[in-house]
């Protein structure tokens, strides 16, 4: 694949498409999301605003370092705060594909369609990749970003049209899209981040208490492996509890599930072979500093029968 006549034509595309009008970009500070951003910024410069939706599910300090990133590329983002909705929407919720329907119709009937009615724009850019389509249109789960390709048209129930330049593009590409168009390697080799965000991370209802201890765990499970080298790895939050004991007394406390695979894009993975000492230094941190976590265990299933999330 030739990139860069890759990213030319889209950039045509794009101006093609939005003519003399504006558009936005939602920025979720993931690979595909600032690729997009970046194309857009190419085809339309000033009017192009950038957003990024803090849905509450987002990992430690990430609407701040999406900010810093992108300031320092040329690039102004705009932080909409939408926690309440988001948490709101999803209370009392425990069916995966309920949960993952929600987030995205809180984010494309609610957010988005206010935010764009409010700017009086009717172009919403955003960065669909080819494996969101096919496993939404095969029916694995729900990509929260996938509704064309499914039958439902955001023009005719929301009144505005999707720009999706990536929908040919596989990780592996995009990644090389992206270091092509400038962005800094803390983006392009960025490991992938779902849409439903750390709500993909929960099993059962997802609550802000839920979401901040997996949130702590992320912080700490994304620092040790940084340097592994593998496509993915994340902590997930099972409902179930378990027994343990700690200062001498009986703790019934939750159960945390690492996942850490090898991919190229996602359609297949196969968990990396961690070292015993990287999982029990990993185990000490998640058992210490986090309260109520009493029990550490190591997800070995490929992709497939398992898919790389939970949920
Ligand atoms: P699964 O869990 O289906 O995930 O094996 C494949 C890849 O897609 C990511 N993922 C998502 N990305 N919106 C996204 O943009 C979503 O709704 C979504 N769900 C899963 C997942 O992290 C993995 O890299």
């Known amino acids: 694949m030739n990139y860069k006549k890759f990213i030319d034509k889209k950039i ?11 558009a936005i970009s939602v920025l979720s500070g993931g690979v595909d999301s600032s690729t997009v951003t970046v194309l857009g910024h190419r085809a339309l410069g000033s009017r192009l605003k950038t957003i990024f939706i803090n849905n509450g599910l987002m990992r430690e300090n990430e609407p701040e370092n999406v900010v810093k990133v992108f300031r320092k590329i040329g690039i102004k983002v705009e932080v909409i705060d939408a926690k309440d909705k988001f948490f709101k929407a999803l209370k009392g919720k425990i069916d995966p594909e309920e949960k993952r329907k929600i987030i995205s119709d809180v984010f494309y009937r609610d957010v ?11 172009f919403l850019l955003q960065g669909t990749n080819l494996t969101d389509i096919e496993e939404t249109v095969a029916g694995i789960k729900f990509q929260h970003n996938v509704l064309k390709q499914i039958g439902i048209s955001t023009e ?51 609550t802000q ?14 620092k040790e492996l940084k340097n592994s ?32 695979v090898e991919s190229i894009d996602a ?19 998640l058992t210490n500093e986090i309260a109520g976590i009493n029990r550490v265990c190591y997800d070995i299933t ?4 398992a898919t790389i999330e939970y949920i």
């Open 12 to 22: 045509k595309e794009i101006r093609e498409i939005v003519g003399k009008e504006k």
């Open 229 to 260: 080298g593998a496509f993915q790895y994340f902590p997930v939050l099972m409902e179930d509890k378990a027994t343990g004991v700690r200062g001498g007394k009986r703790e019934f406390g939750n159960i945390i599930i690492i996942r850490c």
């Open 302 to 305: 490929p992709k497939p029968p």
């Open 267 to 285: 359609r297949t993975a196969t968990p990396t072979k961690l070292s015993w000492k990287v999982l029990e230094k990993i185990t000490k941190h």
């Open 156 to 206: 005719k129930k929301f009144g505005y049209r999707l720009i999706e330049p990536l929908i040919e593009l596989r990780k592996d590409d995009i990644r090389k899209v992206a270091k092509l168009l400038g962005l800094p390697e803390e983006i392009h080799q960025r490991i992938p981040f779902p849409g439903p965000a750390l709500a993909a991370r929960v099993i059962g209802e997802v």
């Open 112 to 122: 988005f369609k206010k935010i764009l009615e409010k700017n009086r724009v009717k």
């Open 209 to 222: 208490e839920k979401i901040a201890i997996v949130r702590k765990a992320t912080a700490i499970v994304e």
